[in-house]
């Protein structure tokens, strides 16, 4: 039923996944914030060590969308949203660097970002 | 001009095509009912596949493809909403066309062309996300994603391989 082919297929994806998984953890952050990017533009930073609560509002012709998010104790997690699959409520409370919460029906990205040794960025794992 | 059994054939293709993209259809509708309890989006066991590769494997890539095709569009209107739709036609062709390529090489069972259907669909949707959102930020997620296509795409290979195996020759 299983051919050589596959097995050497499945290695090289599980390489390639724990290659890309390994990318992303290096370098702990100086200072870390919460960068909200709406539509591909930044709503705002934010700063993790101080406890707020950042509502999100879109007003557009499709209606009005709305995302609240929590910051708290050095971490970040999303209160509420309008929209319907609640994916991005469910999603736990993020803090490391390169991890995202997303809304994809309000194109809402929470995203940690911060300094690094070499201010590097989550893309380095798009490079 | 083709003669009468010919055409038979062709009728008869025709008609598992459209059985073919219904099952497709209701395995969508039980994978929208019975989500995987996981926070990210896109995580999904992709039984709607099994029905894909059997019809590459019995059928031809123009059928296999416009059965995935129908049952996107179906599923997209009945369920998951427009932006569901085009999320899951990213997915759905660029998986289709890893399996075909993969299943033309004869080098690979049903298990390898589905694992690589498998990951190829969620990254498919994945480039999806970061065009629409216009954000590569959620490139971070490529990792569990990969595993969960990989896993789910061996579990799918699997039960295809079993029932290929069990179903009558067509006509």
């Known amino acids: ?127 | 001009m083709s003669s009468p059994a010919k055409q038979d054939r062709r009728t008869s293709i025709t008609a598992i095509s459209a059985m073919f993209a219904a099952l497709a259809l209701i395995f969508s509708y039980i994978e929208f009912l019975i989500p995987l309890p996981v926070p990210i989006p896109g995580i999904k066991l992709g039984l709607a596949n099994l029905v894909i590769l059997i019809a590459i494997v019995r059928m031809d890539f123009r059928h296999a493809f416009a059965i995935n095709c129908a049952r996107i569009l179906l599923s997209g209107l009945l369920f998951s909403g427009v932006f569901g739709m085009i999320y899951s036609f990213a997915g759905g062709v660029l998986s289709i066309l890893v399996m075909y390529i993969l299943y033309r090489t004869n080098l690979f069972s049903l298990v390898g062309i589905s694992m690589a259907g498998g990951v190829a669909h969620n990254l498919g949707q994945l480039i999806t996300a970061c065009v629409l959102l216009r954000n590569t930020a959620i490139l971070t997620y490529f990792p569990v994603l990969l595993f969960s296509g990989l896993i789910s795409g061996i579990a799918i290979g699997i039960l295809a391989c079993v029932i290929e195996k069990r179903l009558p020759e067509f006509n």
């Open chain 1, 1 to 127: 039923m299983i051919k050589k082919a596959d097995v050497i297929l499945f290695i090289i994806i599980l390489a390639a996944g724990l290659a890309v998984s390994l990318l992303p953890l290096r370098g702990a952050l100086k200072d870390p914030e919460v960068r909200v990017t709406v539509n591909g533009e930044t709503y705002g930073v934010y700063s993790l060590s101080e406890d707020r609560t950042v509502e999100i509002v879109q007003n557009t012709s499709a209606g009005t969308f709305t995302n609240v998010l929590v910051i708290k104790d050095g971490e970040c997690f999303m209160k509420s949203a309008s929209c319907r699959n609640q994916i991005c409520v469910d999603h736990g409370p993020i803090s490391g660097r390169g991890q995202v919460i997303v809304c994809l029906p309000n194109k809402v990205v929470a995203e940690i970002v911060g300094t690094t040794g070499k201010g590097g960025d989550v893309d380095v794992i798009s490079g």
